[in-house]
């Protein structure tokens, strides 16, 4: 059973442009979305998060939109760089669960 | 200050072999969680240690398991192993159980059961 869905799988998107990558999930008791950036060889890193009592948090290029009504939120990333090129999970929390992830966005950026 | 380490980086077994993997965590972090990834299932939960006890197990066989020591390191065994159970296997330390804003991933140890 897959509690957040994510997509799409890969995204390539042209130097400049704007990166969205969604996510859906289903358990109502989620309070606290985070969303991850892994470079090759390395493990996951925050890169923001979160929490349903607001709809947008923007941190930097970065920007997370949550539609709680949906069950649905989303990464956007603005002006995007070839060093943005990772992939990206979303995740998912409450306190009765331990994070559970999407299945990840392979973001490619080219020049 | 050092980050999460894991030993070995690289790893390759047989079908059938068991395993042992290594984690220690950011100096002064408690809890260790153990997360395994895959190209189809992506990360998964393993299990999750603070203060030498589990407090947190993952939909994983009993094949899986860990232990944390009193300084905080913490080892997950992966014994008759599988084809399957190639994947990369993460830990990650955090202060507290669930401190996912403060909570640091290693590099991981990617395995192979040939």
């Known amino acids: 059973q897959q509690q957040v869905k994510q997509s799409p799988q890969s995204l390539i998107v042209q130097k400049g442009g704007i990166s969205i990558i969604n996510c859906a999930y289903e358990n109502t008791a989620f309070d606290y979305f985070p969303w991850y950036q892994q470079f090759p060889g390395k493990g996951p890193a925050l890169l923001i998060a979160i929490r349903p009592d607001v709809s947008e948090k923007k941190e930097g290029r970065f920007t997370i939109s949550f539609n709680k009504s949906a069950k649905q939120f989303s990464l956007h990333i603005m002006d995007s760089q070839p060093g943005d090129s990772a992939t990206y999970f979303c995740a998912a929390y409450s306190g009765n669960t331990p994070l559970v992830f999407g299945k990840g966005t392979r973001l490619s950026v080219i020049a | 200050k050092a980050g999460v380490t894991q030993t070995p980086r690289y790893l390759i077994k047989t079908r059938g072999q068991q395993v042992t993997l290594s984690c220690s965590p950011i100096?002064?972090?408690?809890?260790v969680s153990w997360y395994q990834q895959t190209p189809g299932q992506g990360l998964q939960f393993l299990f999750e240690y603070f203060s030498e006890t589990q407090r947190n197990k993952g939909n994983f066989p009993g094949r899986f398991s860990g232990r944390q020591f009193s300084n905080s390191r913490s080892e997950m065994n992966v014994s008759t192993l599988e084809l399957g159970d190639s994947a990369l296997y993460l830990c990650?330390?955090?202060?507290?159980?669930?401190?996912?804003?403060?909570?640091?991933f290693g590099p991981g140890t990617r395995l192979t059961v040939l």
């Open positions: 100096s002064g972090h408690r809890s």
């Open positions: 990650a330390s955090s202060l507290q159980p669930r401190y996912y804003n403060e909570q640091f």
